[in-house]
Each structure stands twice: as structure tokens, then as C-alpha cells.
């Protein structure tokens, strides 16, 4: 069992930036950050496969940078030029063993998510 705490969330305006952190009870090899808004369906945004092998989403690419620190189990996702859409409830997943992906299905485990609200 992994147990998976985010935390940085909060409301930023336009443009601005936040720093997510997704504190891990134990190393897993695959690490990832969903969203999700109401209404929709969770969305993958960006994954990291130990140090390097990162993914994105399109809507994301350029201005998240995902990364990991694996001597303290924690996961990182740094947000800039933020947009309105980037809102919603963003949550960390792990899996041990699958390759990750931008798929939820690629996931055993999830935190309980932090809220990000941008305002235009």
C-alpha cells in the first residue's frame, strides 16, 4: 500500500504560478498528476518515470515541468503562465510497476488531491 499526500494548491490569477508537491510513503517507479473539474472526466497532465522519461499533456507542455526527488519520496509539479482552464482538483497517482502513461487506468494508487483555482 501507497499512501500519497499533495499539497501547494491554492488560487493564483492568470499568469501566475504554483508548485504542487505529492509527498509518497515509499518509492514507486511510476508517478503522475490528474485533474479533474466537475462534471468531467480526470485528465492526465504529466508522468515521470524515476528521474527522467517525463510525459505531457498538450495543454500543458511548455509550462508544467514535472519532476521527483526519490531520497524523499516526493513528487513535483511546477505550474507557470497559468491559465483559467488549468483549474481543478488535482491529484497524484503512483504505480509500482506499469510504465506511465496519461491514462487513470495506469494507476494503483491516488492522493486525495489538492484544489487549483485560477481567475482570470
Known amino acids: 500500500q501507497v499512501q500519497l499526500v499533495e499539497s501547494g494548491g491554492g488560487s493564483v490569477q492568470a499568469g501566475g504560478s504554483l508548485r504542487l508537491s505529492c509527498a509518497a510513503s515509499t518509492y514507486t517507479y511510476s508517478m503522475g498528476w490528474f485533474r479533474q473539474t466537475p462534471g468531467k472526466p480526470r485528465e492526465g497532465v504529466a508522468t515521470i518515470a524515476s528521474i527522467s522519461n517525463t510525459g505531457y499533456a498538450d495543454s500543458v507542455k511548455g509550462r508544467f515541468t514535472i519532476s521527483r526527488d526519490n531520497a524523499k519520496n516526493t513528487l513535483y509539479l511546477q505550474m507557470n503562465s497559468l491559465k483559467p482552464e488549468d483549474s481543478g482538483m488535482y491529484y497524484c497517482?503512483?504505480?509500482?510497476?506499469?510504465?506511465?502513461?496519461?491514462?487513470?487506468?495506469?494507476?494503483?494508487?491516488w492522493g486525495q488531491g489538492t484544489q487549483v483555482t485560477v481567475s482570470s
Open positions: 497517482a503512483a504505480d509500482p510497476v506499469r510504465w506511465p502513461t496519461l491514462r487513470v487506468g495506469s494507476y494503483q494508487y
